[in-house]
């Protein structure tokens, strides 16, 4: 069992010695990570400047770019094997509901997918580290388990997971979760540079709109490790009908305009 590990929090970050060195103990392990922090940073990746590895003293390679570069970059040609698992994390801080969207931890873990990997997204629910090594061990369960029932395979999977910051012996099950949803952003916060030029800061995360029962908000407050399957396709299915229709009027708008 060959596991790639990559993060946004930068290599030398607690989250990502931690889960090497749970994951370490039951497969041979690979981390390829940002040089700095990279939260926030999704999918992203470098085209306009080129990127670097360097090999540090644990073993641990980091690359000046985002985390979905050091993915990549791993498995276009960086690697001479294709790993089985790719694994982010552990982050500091959740992960859930629109919080996805802009993470960089679940842009390496959707980079591995992207390249037909099955990955997970790890993140702690709460920052600072808490119970970190209780997270690591729990992830390393959730993958232990998944060798053990042939879970990794050749066919592609993404999930995002979410750990409370609880003593190992009181962390819950893992429960199967929608993503819930948090209301919009908090308000640009503004500030006067020593130049006198205004700077912008972009505002905390919203708070929860939606963590009713099923969500990863919900299950993650009972004390539950949240567990949720993502894909890629952003079609809206459900309203492909509507603007099948909007885009007949359109196209005949169009074509009276034209003429």
């Avoid at 607690?14 to 990570?33: N, R, T």
């Avoid at 232990?144 to 962390?171: C, E, F, G, R």
């Avoid at 030029?197 to 709109?209: C, H, N």
């Avoid at 299915?237 to 885009?247: E, P």
Wanted: hydrophobic fraction near 40%; charged fraction near 20%.
């Amino acid at each position: 069992m060959k596991i790639l590990i990559s993060n946004d929090d930068g290599y030398l970050a607690p989250g990502i010695v931690a889960l090497y060195e749970a994951l370490k103990e039951v497969a041979e392990v690979e981390v390829i990570a940002p040089e700095q922090n990279n939260s926030a940073k999704s999918n992203a990746l470098t085209l306009h400047s080129p990127l670097y590895v360097t090999r540090v003293s644990n073993g641990f390679r980091y690359v000046n770019g985002t985390p979905a570069d050091c993915v990549h970059i791993a498995l276009s040609g960086l690697l001479d094997y294709r790993p089985d698992l790719v694994v982010s994390g552990i982050n500091n801080g959740a992960n859930m509901g629109d919080d996805t969207i802009y993470s960089g931890t679940v842009g390496a873990a959707m980079e591995g997918y992207l390249f037909g990997v099955p990955s997970i997204a790890f993140s702690q629910v709460d920052k600072d580290w808490v119970q970190l090594e209780s997270a690591a061990r729990k992830a390393r369960d959730l993958v232990l388990a998944m060798m053990q029932q042939h879970l990794i395979t050749s066919t592609p999977w993404l999930l995002n997971v979410n750990i409370p910051n609880l003593p190992y012996a009181d962390i819950g099950t893992v429960k199967l979760c929608r993503l819930g949803r948090r209301h919009a952003a908090e308000k640009v916060i503004q500030q006067r540079s020593p130049r006198g030029e205004t700077m912008y800061w972009i505002g905390a995360a919203g708070p929860v709109k939606d963590d009713a029962d099923g969500t990863d908000f919900h299950a993650t407050a009972q004390g539950h490790v949240s567990m949720t399957p993502l894909k890629i396709d952003l079609t809206d299915h459900d309203s492909l009908g509507y603007w099948a229709q909007t885009a007949s009027r359109l196209a005949s708008g169009l074509q009276v305009a034209s003429t």
